[in-house]
């Protein structure tokens, strides 16, 4: 890719952005989840994984591309490769945020590499988040970005790998369009793979809707809430995608010493999909 030297300019950029931790989106969440959750009370802790309800880019409908996404430049760099994918990523939970708290993001470009695949070109980008609620750490994330060549007719879907087929925590979930649409509703992801069939099978070459990487390790880490374990920090990456016409497990597994856990999600036939691990 010639772009190469160009797109390094962008290592180091920065942006800021303020939200207030309101109820309503963690309230609308807790049902997209399936949850009965309490009404959110005012400096109860939000959930762990739920700030990407908050701190949203809300772009006007003319600068949006035509896979739904935001057009490309501005924060992150215009890599010249039309798709883009959360490829994983690592999550420290320092202190809780909590509801009425007014936090401030701020984010920055560490590294942008250029690499070749069995597909073609790739180029990861990753992005360091650090949230903060009265000036103190709470949140420190790295986000791998993954963007990719256009997709053909012919590919043909690598072999996934087989995960565990037990676990000591296991939930299965129904993906359906109503699922897909509510999380891509509220952490505004426009991205048109988790809602437009017609898009995600004719022009980006999947085989249905495609489940949202952070809607997948939102549930990893709901898993281990319903559980009742707190998590220090999280690492993940997605390594095949789930589709809307079948169910998935979310599953953990204690490793010895109850301190850590290997979670995954597995689609319908057994492979992974998203795989973490988790610190408590």
């Not at 470009?109 to 000036?135: C, D, M, P, W, Y």
């Not at 374990?229 to 993940?236: A, F, H, I, P, S």
Request: aromatic share 8%; charged share 25%; proline share 7%.
């Amino acid at each position: 890719m010639n772009q190469a030297v160009d797109l390094q300019k962008w290592v180091g950029k920065t942006e800021s952005r303020e939200d207030v931790i309101a109820a309503w989106p963690a309230k609308a969440l807790a049902a997209t989840l399936d949850r009965d959750d309490s009404e959110p009370m005012q400096g109860e802790p939000l959930p762990q994984g739920w700030h990407w309800l908050y701190f949203l880019e809300a772009r006007r409908a003319s600068e949006v591309g035509t896979d739904g996404h935001p057009k490309r430049g501005g924060f992150l760099p215009p890599v010249p490769l039309p798709r883009r994918m959360w490829a994983g990523g690592r999550i420290d939970f320092l202190q809780p945020l909590r509801f009425g708290d007014t936090v401030r993001r701020d984010s920055e470009i560490l590294k942008v590499e250029e690499k070749k695949g069995a597909t073609g070109s790739l180029v990861f980008v990753t992005v360091r988040h650090t949230v903060t609620s009265q000036n103190v750490p709470s949140i420190v994330e790295e986000q791998d970005i993954v963007y990719r060549e256009a997709a053909k007719a012919s590919d043909t879907p690598p072999p996934g790998k087989a995960a565990p087929n037990s676990a000591e925590w296991s939930r299965e979930i129904v993906p359906d369009p109503v699922l897909l649409f509510r999380y891509s509703a509220l952490t505004f992801n426009c991205h048109r793979i988790h809602y437009d069939k017609d898009y995600a099978t004719g022009e980006e070459h999947y085989r249905g809707l495609v489940v949202h990487g952070p809607l997948q390790t939102t549930l990893l880490l709901d898993l281990c809430r319903r559980h009742g374990q707190l998590v220090k920090r999280l690492e993940y990456r997605a390594m095949s995608p789930l589709f809307h016409d079948q169910p998935f497990t979310v599953n953990g597994q204690i490793n010895e010493g109850a301190d850590k856990a290997e979670l995954w999600t597995a689609s319908a036939t057994g492979q992974y999909a998203m795989r973490g691990t988790v610190q408590f």
